[in-house]
């Protein structure tokens, strides 16, 4: 179970982010060049925000199956980078990061012209792509190293 979720989780992130590249890069090509904001764009807005929330209830599964959260004490936790990182700091910022998103991807839809729409996803996916870089274990981080393919087992 822990381990399913793990490369789920693991590789989840790379679904999260290639989304956000194409309805970022959809949504900055719209707003620049004064584009209407098809169906195409809307499922992009939506599939990405979905695709955030799975990734979201995977990593909360996480965090109630992982052997490195049992046992989680922030009083202790302070003394362990490691498990601060993924008992708090990881946490937080993603739970931030996929709420500034789906914030973004719902105000994007009651907007009511395509320049605003596209200028509103753009503006708040980047927000939200930002925090999720910022806060990914990447094999060359200093807070915690994880690899950037996981395989199952
Ligand atoms: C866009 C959102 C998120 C992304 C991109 C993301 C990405 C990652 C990555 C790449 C790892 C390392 C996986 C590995 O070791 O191969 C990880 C680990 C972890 N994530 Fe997330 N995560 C996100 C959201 C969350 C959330 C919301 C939670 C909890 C509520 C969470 C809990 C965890 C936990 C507990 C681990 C460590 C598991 C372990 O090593 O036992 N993640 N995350």
Not at 23 to 32: F, I, L, Q, S, T
Not at 94 to 108: D, E, F, H, R
Request: proline share 6%.
């Amino acid at each position: 179970m822990y381990s399913t979720l793990l490369f789920l989780h693991s590789l989840g992130r790379w679904a999260v982010l290639c989304g956000l590249l194409y309805g970022m890069g959809r949504a900055y090509r719209g707003w620049r060049g004064h584009l209407p904001f098809t169906t195409h764009d809307n499922t992009t807005r939506h599939t990405v925000a979905t695709v955030a929330h799975v990734q979201l209830m995977l990593g909360y599964a996480l965090y109630i199956t992982s052997p490195l959260l049992r046992d989680f004490h922030l009083r202790d936790a302070v003394h362990e980078p490691g498990t601060l990182f993924f008992g708090l700091q990881h946490v937080a910022a993603m739970t931030v990061a996929i709420i500034v998103l789906t914030v973004g991807s719902a105000l994007a839809k009651r907007q009511s012209t395509s320049p605003t729409k596209f200028r509103t996803m753009a503006l708040w996916f980047t927000a939200a792509l930002l925090l999720i870089l910022l806060a990914i274990p990447w094999p060359f981080s200093p807070l915690a190293s994880r690899p950037y393919f996981r395989l199952p087992h």
